[in-house]
């Protein structure tokens, strides 16, 4: 009788709701239908590095009851680039054969790392360097990576956005308030886009498409001619000033993030119209939380897909969402083509032919 099978999985990059979906049906099917152990590596890489590799035998009763959790039950980091590992005393290393030399520790046949392109644009060169069985699961709030429709944690991203934009106009028609949600989006102006439209914001502001404060200002004007005494925007994270520069944040270790355009914003409309604003930033919700019906249905065919690739020797690829199939790309060509908005895109479309303001 031929050895059992086994397998690894881990989450890579930042956490997002839909994670544990994808572990819990890649379980289901190497254990129930293949007979496979499945180990589940904790905090991604970084699990592997240690010695023994941080790893725990995942099986269908232990994930049974995680469908409807946010997070990741493994962990998940967003830090340390292997090849250019920072140590604790200041200098960097390559430790990416640690890693490998874990996934050859903990007898893994294949593993399914779930990740956005930086993720598995790394996993991919330790399983090139190592000749490592990878498959790809994609995972990213912006929706951004190229060949699939849809990644994991985008969907109940956009609808705790449009949840607060549902919210917002109560309390910004109240107050005859110029109310502006800053949302994420490292690059790409999806969720910003797909929120936008569903929560009913007069305007819209993303990466891909240049704005001009007299434009918002002028939609601003145009709604209290119609009677309307508030407004509603929101605004991607990577949206530029008006002088083209990106919006930092800067905490007590040095450390800077996207964020804070929605305060530039709001200063700069206050001066230019004399309305009155109020800013909020939804930064890490859109992160957690119970993952949406769509979240768990897709990364449950994710989690099984994944699995039937290992099953069938086809490595190195990518599981992807187009036109309602399951599909695989090669990981490199998944990474390969980034996917911001496309100006031309029926949703940029909608949006302009509802009267919305995208800023230019």
Known sequence: MAKPKRIGILTSGGDCAGLNAVIRAAVYRAQGTYGWEVMGIRQATHGLMLRPPSATPLTIEKVDPILTAGGTILGTTNKGDPFAFPMADGSVQDRSQEIIDGYHELGLDALIGIGGDGSLAILRRLAVQGNLNLVGVPKTIDNDVGSTDLSIGFDTAVNIATEALDRLHFTAASHSRVMILEVMGRDAGHIALHAGIAGGADVILIPEIPYSLDSICQKIEDLQHQGKNYCLVIVAEAVR??????????NQLGQSR?????????????????????????????RGGTPSSVERLIGSAFGVAAVDLIADGKFDQMVTWRNRHVESVPIAEAIAQYKGVDTNDILVKTARSMGICLGD
């Open 241 to 250: 000033t008006g002088a083209g520069e990106t919006v930092m944040t800067t």
């Open 258 to 286: 996207l964020g804070g355009i929605g305060h530039y914003l709001a200063d700069r409309i206050s001066e230019a119209s004399g309305a009155e604003t109020r800013v909020t930033v939804l930064g890490h919700i859109q």
